[in-house]
């Protein structure tokens, strides 16, 4: 479909892949998002996911006939964008791939060796098309190091790459004008949190980099094109790679027969109890990471508990804590508490990991030996007052 005079959205939907990288929950899908500049000169702006190439093709023709394109520019080389390289060099033969020297170096790691006729871009390097000039500024660990985007002057256009992305089918429609994007936002929170949460430096670098252009159309490669919501979705990301949080807490826990989950239940409790109204919390055996990560990541105060398991702690417990100690979350409040049976290590272990989290610690660290006793539970409602004091007197 024609999203703006000549430049046509061919990218297609994935409403039937479970986890997106084979790790993260998509319950209500994912899009691939590819772009066709038709000028003087024809460019295609990242191409989809291989199981859908078919689709893919049937798109571009309906957009340009038999006419041949000239060039396939590769703002980032993850095979949900890079996958159909291999077959659209068959189709269109004569094409010519447009990246920087990272790229190129993916695209024979991946599909084979590239063409003498290829085009290696560096730093704000331009491309005409005719009546367009591509600028191409280079956003490495964005997420990957090839990273790059390619900016149209002359209407305000980013291609973003993965960039102001997100989770989530489209519906129909591809500008955010022609929609409800109401349930796109919380997907853009999950899907940073799950796949740029470590990168939050290179994502302020690349924001203060594009900071002086007009803006005035994102096309990522994912979710809507923004048009009207071009602020929203950039100061979204602002907010996000900066730390910057709500004051809130999320309370996260593993339990094998119930005596973690009540003094879990006493932390959240006893944060109600003092006046902290937005509390979540999270069974850890039961929620999905990308949601957990997503609420971490929008409130400012966490707990986290399990029991000791093996000599160490419960294993869906450091699973998440090994998410976190891999993003860039220290901005935080943390409480945390843990049970043994006979030897204690769950809050030893939780302690290490804030070593590379680097939270700030409030209250005391809560253990019990064996069951959740009355005095167990009130030291955790203890702790909850705690975190809910200091998130609701930060920024006083």
Not at 60 to 65: D, E, K, N, P, T
Not at 271 to 290: D, F, R, T, W
Not at 331 to 351: D, E, N, Q, R
């Given at each position: 479909?024609?999203?703006?005079?000549?430049?046509?959205?061919?990218?297609?939907?994935?409403?039937?892949?479970?986890?997106?990288?084979?790790?993260?929950?998509?319950?209500?899908?994912?899009?691939?998002?590819?772009?066709?500049?038709?000028?003087?000169?024809?460019?295609?702006?990242?191409?989809?996911?291989?199981?859908?190439?078919?689709?893919?093709?049937d798109n571009?023709?309906?957009?340009?006939?038999d006419?041949?394109?000239?060039?396939?520019?590769?703002?980032?080389?993850?095979?949900?964008?890079?996958?159909?390289?291999?077959?659209?060099?068959?189709?269109?033969?004569?094409?010519?791939?447009?990246?920087?020297?990272?790229?190129?170096?993916?695209?024979?790691?991946?599909?084979?060796?590239?063409?003498?006729?290829?085009?290696?871009?560096?730093?704000?390097?331009?491309?005409?098309?005719?009546q367009?000039?591509?600028?191409?500024?280079?956003?490495?660990?964005?997420?990957?190091?090839?990273?790059?985007?390619?900016?149209?002057?002359?209407?305000?256009?980013l291609?973003?790459?993965?960039?102001?992305?997100?989770?989530?089918?489209?519906?129909?429609?591809?500008?955010?004008?022609?929609?409800?994007?109401?349930?796109?936002?919380?997907?853009?929170?999950?899907?940073?949190?799950?796949?740029?949460?470590?990168?939050?430096?290179?994502v302020?670098?690349?924001?203060?980099?594009?900071?002086?252009?007009?803006?005035?159309?994102?096309?990522?490669?994912?979710?809507?094109?923004?048009?009207?919501?071009?602020?929203?979705?950039?100061?979204?990301?602002?907010?996000?790679?900066?730390?910057?949080?709500?004051?809130?807490?999320?309370?996260?826990?593993?339990?094998?027969?119930?005596?973690?989950?009540?003094?879990?239940?006493?932390?959240?409790a006893?944060?109600?109890?003092?006046?902290?109204?937005?509390?979540?919390?999270?069974?850890?055996?039961?929620?999905?990471?990308?949601?957990?990560?997503?609420?971490?990541?929008?409130?400012?105060?966490?707990?986290?508990?399990?029991?000791?398991?093996?000599?160490?702690?419960?294993?869906?417990?450091?699973?998440?804590?090994?998410?976190?100690?891999?993003?860039?979350?220290k901005?935080?409040?943390?409480?945390?508490?843990?049970?043994?049976?006979?030897?204690?290590?769950?809050?030893?272990?939780?302690?290490?990991?804030?070593e590379?989290?680097?939270?700030?610690?409030?209250?005391?660290?809560?253990?019990?030996?064996?069951?959740?006793?009355?005095?167990?539970?009130?030291?955790?409602?203890?702790?909850?007052?705690?975190?809910?004091?200091?998130i609701?007197?930060?920024?006083?």
């Open positions: 479909m024609q999203i703006k005079e000549n430049i046509h959205y061919v990218g297609v939907n994935d409403r039937v892949k479970h986890r997106f990288e084979g790790l993260w929950f998509l319950p209500i899908g994912v899009s691939y998002n590819a772009y066709l500049l038709v000028d003087e000169k024809v460019a295609l702006v990242d191409t989809v996911d291989v199981a859908f190439f078919a689709e893919f093709l571009i023709r309906a957009a340009i006939g006419r041949p394109i000239d060039y396939l520019i590769i703002n980032h080389m993850e095979p949900d964008h890079s996958g159909s390289i291999s077959l659209i060099r068959k189709y269109y033969p004569n094409i010519r791939l447009v990246g920087n020297k990272k790229t190129f170096e993916m695209v024979q790691g991946f599909y084979g060796e590239p063409t003498e006729d290829d085009v290696v871009v560096t730093d704000g390097a331009t491309l005409s098309l005719g367009r000039t591509l600028t191409f500024y280079l956003a490495p660990m964005l997420h990957w190091p090839e990273t790059m985007v390619t900016y149209v002057a002359e209407e305000g256009i291609f973003s790459g993965d960039a102001f992305g997100c989770f989530g089918a489209l519906n129909g429609a591809v500008l955010d004008t022609q929609m409800d994007t109401t349930p796109y936002w919380p997907e853009m929170e999950r899907y940073f949190a799950s796949i740029l949460g470590k990168f939050c430096a290179p302020q670098t690349a924001l203060r980099k594009l900071g002086a252009l007009d803006i005035r159309m994102i096309c990522a490669t994912h979710g809507p094109v923004w048009t009207e919501e071009v602020p929203k979705a950039i100061e979204t990301y602002r907010r996000l790679s900066s730390g910057q949080t709500e004051k809130g807490l999320v309370v996260c826990y593993g339990s094998m027969y119930g005596n973690t989950q009540r003094v879990a239940e006493a932390v959240a006893g944060a109600a109890e003092v006046g902290l109204k937005k509390i979540v919390v999270h069974n850890l055996s039961v929620s999905q990471p990308s949601f957990v990560l997503a609420d971490v990541f929008r409130y400012s105060g966490l707990a986290i508990g399990g029991p000791t398991y093996n000599g160490g702690i419960f294993p869906v417990v450091e699973d998440l804590l090994k998410r976190l100690a891999g993003r860039e979350v901005a935080h409040k943390l409480g945390y508490f843990g049970g043994f049976t006979w030897a204690s290590a769950a809050v030893k272990t939780i302690a290490a990991y804030n590379q989290m680097k939270m700030t610690l409030v209250g005391d660290p809560v253990e019990w030996k064996q069951g959740a006793s009355h005095d167990a539970i009130a030291r955790g409602r203890a702790l909850g007052k705690a975190l809910a004091e200091a609701m007197a930060d920024g006083e």
